[in-house]
């Protein structure tokens, strides 16, 4: 028996339209490894290699054609799970279950692809094997639309998902134009308690683009007297009658209950589930205004949009994956990959492994400096910040007017090795 | 004095992805022409015409740059309306109005970029011009993402709302299949009586991508008994358990009320005013079956991602506006020009001019033999019309991960010739 180990890598948490370039990078640095004997992946994450629902990544792609369209291929290759690892003496039981797989399949490199939740599960994973003695390398991949990951410039998905807004908006901007009408758009755009992805809608501001004219962040309370008062002056006394609104689904009022609230349910991990801020809004500002409001959600969109993806924010993701490998060969486990950014004209980020400590279970929100006193825009450090992470054009291959996915069988499980 | 006449086009209605290629190409062909002086434009459409909000089109467009970039600029670039010309007496007195301002313009070719309300508006005016011996020809240039207008393969705008919707499907289900649980989303489509945008999303199925699993479209009664026996069934024994429902804003019950209908308002063409569908259907799924489902409305940016219009459909556009052009410059009048399907493999269209009395206050929805019994999915009929109309992708100019736009500057009015 060679002294070559497998590794295994699972993804987690909420789609993204980078997250599959992370298993790219992963796989294609793994495979160029001596110290690498087989690349297992996990189906529907933590949950699926607790059933042992194990695929061979190395076998199932065949072609330097299968891994690009594995990076543009978006939500994950692997499948999902928001499986939360339990406390206490039963978690113990899962993470023996867990060590027990890892041995049937020889695995020596684990890697968890995920956000805040999937951190903290690999976090703890590590922290079993290492105070066990346990040969087994554990390593986090970052992956976020909402960017909330502590100790890293950015988080990978994030790019993309700011670029399908940014993007959006210009075009909503331009449809609502048209008619010499007032006309109200609001669009609501997802971040529960960080609102990067609403600030991101900033970029849709350029030659010939005036909106967003305004913005809500969660990080700020908002007022209902003071947006109909902001809306009802640009609608008046703007420079067009038409007024595009990006507003996070996570903001809040004064006595810190959601604008959507309204008897809605909690996920497994217990956040309240949000919806419905931006039909809210429209209602009051109909009420309130009795102007034509359209209410928009990206809902979904903004995380699954592959075809907008940006290209720096897919090469930074395939890095992510490359440097995990790097690390977990390097013996170093616990850690999770992050960016820092060494300048921002030239765009250029390092990466190293940061302790998973440091971003297990936190979120990172905006500055309160980046965003205006008044609370209805971004100051230019945060534009300054966003615009290099939407640069460049994702390459997607289209067949027929439409992209080309790659789909890993998740039925072909294999057997456990010993 | 020449015998020089100088054009004039206006655009009206919804916005589109394509609407401006047809202003490229007829601004273009004229501009060629030794019979044409001046390329003016309305500024929102017929209503600013009325109050002589005219610009310098030939004047503003200063490069073949300007052009290029004016195709790929979604919605009205010359603002739009939903003016409609009144009847009787008090229309004869608006026809007047025009007329007089043609001559003060100097207008010998009148073009209306359009879908049904326009081509009415067109054929009325070109009718009072020609029953006065006036030298003035309008000819209609076809436009709506609905694809409802008679006597027409298709129009300008659907082939790129359909990739966009096609695309979007895809990427919804991308998304949808990730965790292992049964799932169910409802897309929104527009089209209030012709579901050819809803039966579009059927182009989503390939290689990689099941959904959508059903279609519902307005030209068949909606069961919503049915509709929950086939969610059912389909999450219980389909070969996943996530099931992608594509539903056009219009459908209707047994009784011929709305889905939809809750109190909205009409249009000011007296239309009912839709939304909402896809809301009242995921409470539907939701209360009988109690599965997770979420409601998605493609809304406006169905008509306005410029970003993923289809290249075969802004060269017909452009094409279409050159043709106006022609006929217009050969004497034809009360025309709207048309497409006519020669093949599918290879893919080739005729275009030809169609009087407009064939097209006005008519609708053209799918003929019932392209939709399956069950009134839950479309025939390879279907998909064979509309595999060609999404082909090609259009080359969007991107600066910094965003597209660029073209705007006229609609202030810059001109004052009247003569």
């Not at 295994?8 to 948490?13: D, F, K, V």
């Not at 020596?108 to 003695?133: I, Q």
């Not at 903004?302 to 994956?321: I, K, N, P, Y």
């Not at 850690?335 to 300048?343: D, G, K, Y």
Request: charged share 20%.
């Amino acid at each position: 028996m060679s002294e070559k180990k497998n590794i295994l890598i699972a993804q987690s948490g909420g789609p993204s339209a980078a997250i599959n370039a992370s298993v790219a990078g992963a796989v294609t640095r793994a495979m160029a490894s001596d110290q690498v004997d087989r690349v297992f992946g996990a189906v529907h994450g933590m949950e699926g290699f607790l059933h042992r629902q194990i695929i061979d990544i190395g076998d199932q792609i065949r072609s330097q054609d299968d891994i690009e369209q594995l990076i543009h291929t978006p939500a994950q290759a692997l499948g999902s799970s928001r499986y939360k690892l339990p406390k206490g003496q039963e978690g113990d039981a899962v993470f023996a279950r867990i060590l027990s797989i890892l041995k049937e399949y020889n695995i020596g490199y684990f890697f968890f692809n995920g956000g805040n939740d999937s951190m903290d599960t690999v976090s703890r994973l590590a922290a079993y094997l290492y105070a066990r003695n346990e040969d087994v390398m554990a390593v986090g991949i970052p992956k976020t639309i909402d960017n909330d990951l502590m100790d890293t410039d950015h988080t990978p998905g994030f790019g993309s998902a700011a670029r399908y807004i940014a993007m959006s908006i210009s075009e909503l901007y331009m449809d609502t134009i048209v008619y010499d009408k007032p006309n109200v758009v609001i669009a609501e755009i997802m971040g529960r308690n960080a609102g990067w992805l609403t600030a991101a809608s900033v970029l849709a501001r350029r030659a010939g683009v005036t909106a967003p004219h305004l913005i809500y962040l969660p990080e700020k309370v908002f007022d209902p007297d003071a947006f109909i008062a902001r809306v009802k002056d640009l609608v008046e006394n703007g420079s067009e009658q038409q007024v595009v609104v990006a507003v996070s689904e996570g903001i809040r009022l004064a006595d810190g209950s959601y604008i959507a609230e309204s008897g809605e349910a909690t996920d497994v991990f217990g956040h309240v589930m949000l919806g419905g801020v931006a039909r809210t809004l429209e209602s009051l500002v109909k009420n309130k205004l009795g102007v034509k409001t359209r209410a928009i959600e990206f809902s979904t969109l903004q995380r699954a949009a592959a075809h907008v993806a940006s290209q720096t924010d897919l090469d930074e993701a395939f890095q992510c994956g490359v440097r995990a490998v790097e690390a977990a060969l390097h013996g170093i486990t616990d850690v999770m990959i992050a960016m820092h950014r060494v300048s921002n004209v030239p765009y250029l980020v390092q990466y190293d492994a940061t302790p998973l400590s440091n971003v297990a279970n936190m979120e990172r929100t905006i500055p309160l400096e980046w965003i205006t006193e008044d609370g209805t825009d971004v100051t230019p450090e945060m534009v300054e910040y966003l615009t290099p992470l939407i640069r460049g054009e994702a390459n997607v291959r289209m067949v027929g007017g439409l992209p080309t996915y790659f789909r890993f069988d998740w039925t072909k499980t294999i057997d456990p090795l010993v």
